[in-house]
């Protein structure tokens, strides 16, 4: 691959960012983050990511779930790969492998849900596999 | 034509009362056999009997209008059974008939001297006892006529058998009937009197019955008022029932519920049943501008059958349009305070008695708890509902953190910021150890807090045992093997449904399985069994893992206890899921029982009700 597939990181909280921004980078991954929904909007249009990692609580309880559907209704990214990220695992059905990663229904806005702290390798998998499946 | 059906479908009073007049027809059969009987030991001695003739005649009418009237019977007697008017006539005028025939035979038989005269009180005492007052003392004039006449025919020398009297003076011919007349007189009025003291008794005893009656059917219809309030917890739904509830069992048009505010000084309408739509909207009366509400609350009743403008206005002008004239007010007491007012209204006037008041008394006490009981629940669910959230918060506040934390050590341990040596190492990964468990534990918290607040148990649900198998089954093979564990889970057949939902008993079951496979070392075995038992569904869990030290087995299921020899296997443990284990068996009505020898292994064996047909009974009381 000469082209270096890009993330866009989207978190409120600068940890997260900086850990795992430099996990992926380690694995060669070009990696753009984003503090709020707002700013992920620009950077989204700005240039166009292959993976986005989401977060679901930032400013407000259900920010990243707001902007996960209003990308799905957007038909320019009705495509883009989601990966939402939550601390706080409520109420999601156990469909997947493994203990921390969940393969969502059809009525979410993202394709997987990963809990935090995230598994770095567990991680990169799912990544990898999004991008090569495209 | 008259059945013996139609005779059921009368009432016994109505059936005796035909009876009475039907077996004379029977009876009078019998007559001429009896006055040939008569006749004929007379005939026999003096050879002068009576004429034998002249008994065959009035015997002959009688047997005439007997069979006249078993005739109409016959036709027409369906009209007795309703009509007790048409009994009374037919019994008169057998009456009539009989006495005709009675006075015949005595003129026959030797006037006033006749021994059949004394025969008479057979029909007095009949339509006496049948009759009314009026038509007896009618019978009896009748009759006294026709002795009167029987004597007065006498006197003018026209009776049989002639030569039997020998011409009595008018003297013996009146001392003759003056006593028999006496006689049935007497018979008729005390009769008539009897009976008439006896209908006032009973009249007064069916009274006091049907007074009973209804003082019972109020009590039952209070029970069953009281058996629906008691099973609403809001305190809509108690107003709603207790309101109409009321209404049905007073029978009267409406019931209102004023509840008095916090201060005392407002009373608004709660809940208004069966009054102007409008009755209700948000008006608070102010109790000191309303002196009849205020004597209410201070626990004067207030009761009238012709409520005027004046006292509609000052309970809700709308009342005027509704038509109601009168009114009942009491105050709704609880303990020494007074919360409200229950109000009653009827469209008729003057329609509360004190029995009315004495039962809405009892009424209004009930009303009172339930009310009491509704807004006391209410409060505590808000209270739980507010914990639950404010646990909600604290969970996720405290994750958020935990979280970075762990992320920023896997960057660390990683080596991406740099190569580690050995007691950076060592130490980070002690760090991340503790930081996994603190975020274990603020799970576990969560889930214990939330099953705590009995929110989590849901008792409406039921659980497939095979959709419970094949989940656990799919969790927990993986982990197993790669720990090298055999792990086996067996399901009887034709398990029944368990009572609870599957997430709640999937969680007991995980809780379980993970701490088997947790302190069972490698090579060992960890086996499920669900199987029928007791009536019950039963859950073994059973391992061969380190066991549990006998001295500690009574704290096992206290929060935050770990074993003495658990913590030498696995640094990570919170404590905290065999006491999440116990919540969930204790909500869901079930039992525990542990089994275990050290270093040998553990047996968990938790029985759990099976789910029934019918509706659980609300979960929050258990």
């Given at each position: 691959?000469?082209k270096?597939?890009?993330?866009?990181?989207?978190d409120d909280?600068p940890?997260?960012?900086?850990s795992?921004?430099?996990i992926?980078?380690?694995?060669?991954?070009?990696?753009r983050?984003?503090?709020?929904?707002?700013e992920?909007?620009?950077?989204?249009?700005?240039?166009?990511?292959?993976?986005?990692?989401?977060?679901?609580?930032?400013?407000?309880?259900?920010?990243g779930?707001?902007?996960?559907?209003?990308?799905?209704?957007?038909?320019?990214?009705?495509n883009?790969?989601?990966?939402?990220?939550?601390?706080?695992?409520?109420?999601?059905?156990?469909?997947?492998?493994?203990?921390?990663e969940?393969?969502?229904?059809?009525q979410?806005?993202?394709?997987?849900?990963?809990e935090?702290?995230?598994?770095?390798?567990?991680l990169?998998?799912?990544?990898?596999s999004?991008?090569?499946?495209? | 034509?008259?059945?013996?059906?139609?005779?059921?479908?009368?009432?016994?009073?109505?059936?005796?009362?035909?009876v009475?007049?039907?077996?004379?027809?029977?009876?009078?059969?019998?007559i001429?056999p009896?006055?040939?009987?008569f006749s004929?030991?007379?005939?026999?001695?003096?050879?002068?009997?009576?004429?034998?003739?002249?008994?065959?005649?009035?015997?002959?009418?009688i047997?005439?209008?007997?069979?006249?009237?078993?005739?109409?019977?016959?036709?027409?007697?369906e009209?007795?059974?309703?009509?007790?008017?048409?009994?009374?006539?037919?019994?008169f005028?057998?009456?009539?008939?009989?006495?005709?025939?009675?006075?015949?035979?005595?003129?026959l038989?030797?006037?006033?001297?006749?021994p059949?005269?004394?025969?008479?009180?057979?029909?007095?005492?009949?339509?006496?006892?049948?009759?009314?007052?009026?038509?007896?003392?009618?019978?009896l004039?009748?009759?006294?006529?026709?002795?009167?006449?029987?004597?007065?025919?006498?006197?003018?020398?026209w009776?049989?058998?002639?030569g039997?009297?020998?011409?009595?003076?008018?003297?013996?011919?009146?001392?003759?009937?003056?006593?028999?007349v006496?006689?049935?007189?007497?018979?008729?009025?005390?009769?008539?009197?009897?009976?008439g003291?006896?209908?006032?008794?009973?009249?007064?005893?069916?009274?006091?019955l049907?007074?009973?009656?209804?003082?019972?059917?109020?009590l039952?219809?209070l029970?069953?008022?009281?058996?629906?309030?008691?099973?609403?917890?809001?305190?809509?739904?108690?107003?709603?029932?207790?309101?109409?509830?009321f209404?049905?069992?007073?029978?009267?048009k409406?019931?209102?519920?004023?509840?008095?505010?916090?201060?005392?000084?407002?009373?608004?309408?709660?809940?208004?049943?069966?009054?102007?739509?409008?009755f209700?909207?948000?008006?608070?009366?102010?109790?000191?501008?309303?002196?009849?509400?205020?004597?209410?609350?201070?626990?004067?009743?207030?009761?009238t059958?012709?409520?005027?403008?004046?006292?509609?206005?000052q309970?809700?002008?709308?009342?005027s349009?509704?038509?109601?004239?009168?009114?009942?007010?009491?105050?709704?007491?609880?303990k020494?305070?007074?919360?409200?007012?229950?109000?009653?209204?009827?469209?008729?006037?003057?329609?509360?008695?004190?029995?009315?008041?004495?039962?809405?008394?009892?009424?209004?006490?009930?009303?009172?708890?339930?009310l009491?009981?509704?807004?006391?629940?209410?409060?505590?669910?808000?209270?739980n509902d507010?914990?639950?959230?404010?646990?909600?918060?604290?969970?996720?506040?405290?994750?958020?953190?935990?979280?970075?934390?762990?992320?920023?050590?896997?960057?660390?341990?990683?080596?991406?910021?740099?190569?580690?040596?050995s007691?950076?190492?060592?130490?980070?990964?002690?760090?991340?150890?503790r930081?996994r468990?603190?975020?274990?534990?603020?799970?576990?918290?969560?889930?214990?807090?939330?099953?705590?607040?009995?929110?989590?148990?849901?008792?409406?649900?039921?659980?497939?045992?095979?959709?419970?198998a094949?989940?656990?089954?799919?969790?927990?093979?993986?982990?197993?093997?790669?720990?090298?564990?055999?792990?086996?889970?067996?399901?009887?057949e034709n398990l029944?449904?368990?009572?609870?939902?599957?997430e709640?008993?999937?969680?007991?079951?995980?809780?379980?399985?993970?701490?088997?496979?947790?302190?069972t070392?490698?090579?060992?075995?960890?086996?499920?069994?669900?199987?029928?038992?007791a009536?019950?569904?039963?859950i073994?869990?059973?391992?061969?893992?380190?066991?549990?030290?006998?001295?500690?087995?009574?704290?096992?299921?206290?929060?935050?206890?770990?074993?003495?020899?658990?913590?030498?296997?696995?640094?990570?443990?919170?404590?905290?899921?065999?006491?999440?284990?116990k919540?969930?068996?204790?909500?869901?009505?079930?039992?525990?029982?542990?089994?275990?020898?050290?270093?040998?292994?553990?047996?968990?064996?938790?029985?759990?009700?099976?789910?029934?047909?019918?509706?659980?009974?609300?979960?929050?009381?258990?």
């Amino acid at each position: 691959m000469d082209k270096k597939a890009v993330i866009l990181l989207v978190d409120d909280d600068p940890d997260i960012l900086d850990s795992y921004r430099i996990i992926l980078e380690s694995h060669g991954f070009e990696v753009r983050t984003a503090k709020t929904g707002k700013e992920a909007a620009l950077l989204l249009k700005a240039h166009r990511p292959d993976v986005m990692i989401l977060d679901i609580m930032m400013t407000t309880d259900t920010e990243g779930f707001d902007l996960a559907y209003r990308l799905k209704e957007d038909p320019d990214y009705r495509n883009l790969p989601i990966i939402l990220l939550t601390a706080f695992l409520e109420k999601v059905r156990r469909e997947g492998p493994g203990e921390f990663e969940y393969i969502l229904g059809e009525q979410w806005p993202a394709d997987w849900l990963f809990e935090k702290p995230v598994d770095g390798p567990r991680l990169i998998a799912r990544i990898e596999s999004i991008i090569e499946g495209r | 034509m008259v059945r013996a059906s139609h005779l059921k479908s009368a009432s016994s009073a109505a059936r005796e009362q035909i009876v009475g007049c039907t077996a004379p027809l029977r009876a009078r059969w019998w007559i001429v056999p009896l006055l040939g009987l008569f006749s004929y030991p007379g005939l026999r001695e003096t050879g002068n009997g009576f004429p034998s003739f002249w008994l065959a005649l009035p015997a002959g009418c009688i047997f005439l209008y007997n069979g006249l009237f078993l005739l109409w019977f016959r036709r027409s007697g369906e009209r007795l059974i309703e009509d007790a008017d048409c009994r009374k006539r037919f019994i008169f005028f057998q009456a009539v008939f009989d006495t005709a025939a009675l006075s015949a035979l005595c003129l026959l038989t030797g006037g006033t001297a006749s021994p059949f005269i004394i025969v008479f009180a057979v029909p007095i005492v009949w339509f006496t006892t049948a009759l009314n007052a009026r038509m007896a003392f009618t019978l009896l004039a009748l009759i006294v006529g026709a002795l009167i006449g029987i004597a007065f025919i006498e006197k003018t020398g026209w009776v049989l058998p002639q030569g039997l009297n020998g011409g009595r003076s008018a003297f013996q011919i009146f001392t003759a009937i003056a006593l028999p007349v006496a006689a049935f007189v007497a018979i008729v009025f005390f009769g008539t009197f009897i009976k008439g003291i006896a209908h006032r008794e009973i009249d007064a005893c069916d009274r006091r019955l049907e007074s009973e009656e209804r003082v019972n059917q109020r009590l039952q219809s209070l029970l069953s008022s009281l058996q629906a309030i008691g099973s609403a917890r809001k305190l809509e739904e108690v107003l709603h029932t207790v309101t109409s509830e009321f209404a049905r069992v007073m029978q009267v048009k409406g019931v209102s519920v004023k509840l008095l505010s916090d201060d005392g000084a407002g009373l608004h309408y709660a809940a208004a049943f069966g009054l102007p739509d409008n009755f209700t909207d948000e008006k608070i009366v102010e109790v000191v501008k309303s002196p009849l509400n205020k004597r209410i609350l201070d626990g004067e009743p207030f009761v009238t059958g012709q409520v005027t403008e004046g006292e509609l206005f000052q309970f809700g002008e709308a009342l005027s349009s509704a038509y109601i004239r009168s009114v009942l007010f009491l105050p709704l007491h609880l303990k020494s305070r007074v919360i409200g007012i229950l109000g009653a209204y009827a469209e008729e006037a003057n329609r509360f008695n004190q029995e009315d008041v004495d039962f809405f008394g009892l009424a209004s006490r009930m009303v009172a708890i339930a009310l009491e009981n509704a807004r006391a629940y209410g409060a505590i669910k808000k209270l739980n509902d507010e914990r639950i959230r404010f646990m909600l918060r604290v969970t996720h506040n405290l994750r958020a953190p935990l979280a970075a934390m762990l992320s920023i050590l896997e960057v660390t341990r990683g080596g991406y910021l740099g190569p580690l040596n050995s007691s950076q190492a060592e130490y980070l990964r002690r760090l991340d150890r503790r930081a996994r468990t603190m975020l274990a534990m603020v799970n576990e918290l969560m889930t214990l807090s939330k099953r705590r607040s009995h929110e989590g148990i849901d008792l409406d649900g039921a659980t497939d045992p095979v959709a419970l198998a094949r989940r656990v089954r799919r969790t927990f093979q993986d982990e197993a093997a790669g720990k090298n564990i055999l792990f086996n889970l067996s399901l009887a057949e034709n398990l029944a449904p368990i009572r609870g939902s599957l997430e709640v008993i999937e969680q007991l079951l995980e809780n379980l399985i993970s701490n088997a496979l947790k302190y069972t070392p490698a090579g060992g075995k960890v086996t499920v069994n669900l199987k029928p038992g007791a009536g019950m569904a039963v859950i073994e869990v059973s391992d061969t893992g380190i066991g549990i030290p006998p001295a500690e087995k009574s704290k096992l299921f206290t929060e935050f206890f770990r074993a003495s020899n658990a913590k030498s296997v696995e640094e990570i443990g919170t404590g905290l899921g065999l006491a999440i284990v116990k919540e969930i068996v204790d909500g869901l009505g079930g039992r525990i029982l542990v089994e275990s020898e050290e270093k040998m292994g553990s047996v968990f064996v938790i029985y759990l009700p099976l789910a029934r047909a019918g509706p659980e009974p609300d979960a929050a009381a258990g």
